[in-house]
């Protein structure tokens, strides 16, 4: 126990000192861009910490980077790839963590090292991973051999297994892992969509009430997911009072520059989980300025599929609304 508190505060202090690097790089980007750091060393994660980076990708992130996908039904390029890629030009481990760091906390063209896979698939949407999820992951993908075929089927019984008899996961988590696993549905069909067909034909893959909850713990917990905003497009969204004055404090956190934090409610039966849900530039050709952002076509389906819509005149980084996770009281 005491030694896992001290991995997690060396995580803490690695995660510090890579932002700080993470910081400087981005002021001096053009003139140090060649010129390597001395990066400290990141702490020996232990086989629990590594399990559970294995854990975060399969929930988050094999939607869309599916290891089994082929050629035709993939949304993103394979982690394999990508792995490759980020090997290429930084070896080491110091070096691979920070640039999974600038990427899934800031995905743009700037900040990609294949350009390539954003003309294909689209700009990747921002996951909600804190600092030290990410960090999991990256030394996750770093220190196994995901490159091997058959990687996946091998490894996958044996990290579940240990991550699940180590850890017990707490409701707020539990919810959270529940919206992150439906947005990546949605994120992928809708990724899908907008490049079969474009912006104004992928317009009702933006609906939730499609998308089963085939999660294992979602059903055994009897959870039901919904989408809802103080500013909505479908009328079946709209936030109720206690939603309201969650969207409310979570929008004055933000303007004082704090993080968004879910929060959990108890009630006699259930438990319902509030998750934040933040808009990026993908978003904005269906949310965001009338003019300026959505195009004409566009905003004429948007019109006739939605006549009171709430749901424009939106920025990149705001809260576009939230997830509402409510499951049952084991
Ligand atoms: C909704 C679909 C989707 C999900 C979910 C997703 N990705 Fe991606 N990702 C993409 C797409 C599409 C690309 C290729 C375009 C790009 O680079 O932005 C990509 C590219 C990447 C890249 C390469 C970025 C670059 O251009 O240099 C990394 C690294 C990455 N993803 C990591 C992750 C991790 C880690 C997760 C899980 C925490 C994740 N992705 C979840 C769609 C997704
Ligand atoms: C292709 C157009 C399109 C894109 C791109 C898009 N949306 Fe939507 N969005 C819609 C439509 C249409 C609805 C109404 C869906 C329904 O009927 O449930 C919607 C509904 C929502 C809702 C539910 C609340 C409401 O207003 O009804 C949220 C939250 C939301 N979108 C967030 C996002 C975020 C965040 C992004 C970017 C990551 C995004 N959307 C990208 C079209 C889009």
């Known amino acids: 126990m005491n030694s896992n508190k001290n991995t997690h505060c060396q995580i803490r202090q690695t995660i510090c000192f890579l932002l700080f690097i993470t910081l400087f790089f981005f002021s001096c980007k053009n003139t140090e861009k060649e010129n390597p750091y001395t990066l400290m060393k990141i702490p020996e994660l232990n086989q629990q910490d590594l399990a559970e980076g294995f854990q975060l990708l399969q929930n988050n992130c094999f939607s869309c980077h599916n290891p089994n996908a082929t050629e035709e039904t993939k949304a993103g390029p394979t982690m394999a790839a990508i792995k490759n890629q980020y090997m290429k030009s930084h070896p080491s481990q110091e070096e691979f963590v920070r640039d999974y760091l600038i990427f899934l906390n800031n995905p743009s063209e700037e900040n990609s090292k294949m350009p390539e896979a954003i003309t294909r698939f689209n700009l990747m949407p921002k996951m909600s991973l804190n600092d030290e999820q990410i960090l999991k992951v990256a030394m996750y993908l770093y220190s196994s051999e995901i490159e091997n075929p058959n990687w996946f089927e091998k490894q996958y019984d044996i990290e579940k297994q240990k991550y699940q008899s180590n850890t017990s996961i707490s409701p707020i988590e539990t919810g959270q892992e529940i919206a992150l696993k439906t947005k990546g549905v949605l994120g992928k069909n809708l990724l899908e969509a907008l490049n ?94 009338v003019e300026a952002d959505i195009s004409s076509s566009t905003l004429s389906k948007i019109n006739s599929l939605y006549p009171d819509d709430l749901a424009t005149g939106y920025s990149s980084d705001e809260l576009r609304g939230i997830w509402v996770v409510e499951m049952d009281k084991k």
């Open 196 to 289: 079969a067909k474009g912006t104004e034909n992928a317009l009702s893959f933006c609906s939730t009430r499609a998308i089963p909850l085939t999660d294992s713990m979602a059903i055994a917990l009897h959870a039901r997911i919904k989408r809802v905003s103080d500013k909505n497009r479908n009328p079946e969204n709209k936030a109720n009072e206690a939603e309201l004055a969650y969207i409310e404090s979570t929008k004055m956190a933000i303007a004082r520059g704090d993080k968004p934090k879910p929060q959990l409610t108890t009630l006699d039966e259930v438990q319902i989980g509030y998750y934040p849900i933040m808009t990026n530039k993908m978003c904005l050709q269906c949310h965001g300025q």
